[in-house]
């Protein structure tokens, strides 16, 4: 049984994964602060250990092109143990969900609208929100292309506009951090943003790929996204060199730094669009991914009618989760990461491994 | 206060009489999963109660356990 019957493309699903992955760019401070100027280097590290995940994920979705992840879940383990297992990947999305709202709220008062209290933002952003959700996921990716266009464009012009000031000696020493550290920074990296694509499991329904189609466009996606992450990390460093782990937001930093005359200054204010262009995009998709998982479960008619009920809860919860900002960063470097592990690597290799055993799906289903 | 529960009675009327109407039982009890838990949390805090965060004390755990950089 399909809850959103709505059909996107091969295109819209691959800028989907890009704009997923681009929309991380606001956290690379808790990977600039473990792997300082080496950051870049943990992003290359994680794109390796992430081809093998990437492919896992591909392989999933091509053995099981008509099921969701909670349909595959209970395909393979038995429908009460699927559920179970199902039961935790829907608190793991309503949590990246409610994480991610969390950070635009904070970025945006931060940013843009210094006077104006959290819970005005972030019940707004909402709102509008769930009025995409509520006409499913192909309203949801209809603009993804442009937000990716929009965000690469930004991306070259912060990069010609801090070119004076790029510094290369800022790279300086590599390899120098203890090897714990890389391993702690690849960790990072792979578990957020890269393993967070584990949520496209739940919109393989309504992708109908070809198994060549499913490859192309799930690494053609991640190839743009990661594309992204390592431009973004290296012009912090070459701008920021060995003060870059102090700031909580390298990129805003670097782009304070541009002055080419009185009339270009203050671009920052093209990042902060940018970014919270693509974390509304990608907590709608998480939204979305929530609320179907919710409605899976529990075998419902429609998901229309939990859009409003989610949002509330994801709203509220998202005020519970951390303290402050520096809890926030704390945890995703030493907690997070291991956490993740669990429903975004083990997981599925587990039902990969079992779904081999069991030789699933049976014939009439391929 | 008020505000917390005009919104959350907004919710009810819009999605929750509906399906009442059309006797959705599996939605109705998904409805209300999501609705009581967004309700409790969102009385508890405007009440000033201090929810303690779930991350913070997984992290508690899986620091207990040796698991964590």
Redesign the interface.
Known sequence: MRIDKTQISGVQFMFTVTCFIQSSSLLTAFLSEITKQDSWLAVLFGVVVCLPLIWLYRTLMVMFPDYNLIQILEEVYSPVVGKTIGISYAWFFI?LTALNLSDMGSFSKLTLMKRTPDVVLIVTCMLVMAWAVKYGIRLITQYSALFVFVAFSILIASVLLVLNQINLQNFLPMFDLPA?KYV?GT?IISTIPFGELVTLLMITPNVKLTRRDTTKYLFGGFTLGWITVLVVISRDIAVLGNTLPIFTLPTLVTLRLVNLGEALSRVEILFAIMLIMLLFFKITFLYYVSVIT??Q??????YR??????G??????S?????SPL?HAA?A???????WTFFEILMPLLTFVIAKLRKLPKEKEV | MALVLISFTLIALIDLVPLIRKHLGHDIIAFLLLFILGLTIAILEVSGVEIPSIMLLLGDVLKSLGMSY
């Open positions: 949590t714990i702690q960790h919710v409605a479960i529990m075998k419902t008619k429609s009618h939990l859009i409003l009920a989610a509330a809860l994801i709203t509220a919860y005020f519970t989760l951390y303290p809890h945890s470097k030493e907690i997070t990461p291991i956490l």
